[in-house]
């Protein structure tokens, strides 16, 4: 009788740990279409908006609605690939004044959980570094669609799109002169809208 009990109790273990290993899988793996994909950026210059955005990224997101355990992303982004239609303008922004973009080539974001806040819309905890300052931050992510593509069998596409705001100051981003004269706002918006697809 002990020992049934034994063997009882050691197979619902057995069951446990295998449903905590299948729920810490990595989620569905989405690659990212760069040719759909940007990351955009807007901030006030006095009282105008001036945008702009970095064309060089990289990143990947494994992303399961029915596993937010397993889901996860990571982005970089290269500073030198900033562009605001204004090569003199992106020079600076490059430069110590502002990214530093020789000592901190890149900008980095890596998930540390999944929050589910509708059937539609997650936020996406993690650590986001810039220079060598590195902050909690928590990105809202909008799902805008997904089906089966219409020219690539066997694809599925997914479209996110990510919309927050951050303060360029607490990365030491155009801090000194540039923050306390007011000629550039504080609060940068970002808009990072992407296609995602996956095999079927």
Do not use: C
């Amino acid at each position: 009788m002990v020992s049934t009990i034994k063997t009882m109790v050691f197979a619902v273990a057995i069951t446990a740990l295998s449903t905590l290993s299948v729920n810490a899988q990595d989620a569905t793996m989405w690659k990212i279409d760069k040719s759909h994909t940007s990351v955009n950026f807007s901030i006030n210059h006095f009282f105008s908006s001036v945008p702009g955005k970095f064309t060089d990224f990289d990143g990947m997101i494994h992303f399961d609605p029915n596993n937010l355990k397993g889901s996860k992303a990571d982005f970089s982004v290269s500073i030198n690939s900033v562009n605001t239609d204004d090569t003199k303008r992106d020079k600076h922004l490059q430069s110590e004044d502002f990214f530093d973009a020789k000592t901190y080539p890149k900008m980095v974001f890596q998930s540390t959980k999944f929050e589910k806040k509708s059937d539609k819309k997650y936020l996406i905890h993690g650590k986001l570094t810039i220079k060598d300052v590195t902050k909690n931050v928590a990105l809202p992510m909008k799902i805008t669609g997904e089906m089966e593509h219409p020219m690539m069998k066997g694809t599925i596409i997914l479209g996110v799109v990510i919309d927050t705001t951050i303060d360029r100051t607490d990365y030491e981003v155009g801090t000194g002169d540039w923050a306390a004269t007011m000629v550039v706002d504080d609060e940068v918006k970002i808009h990072i809208p992407m296609e995602l697809n996956r095999m079927k």
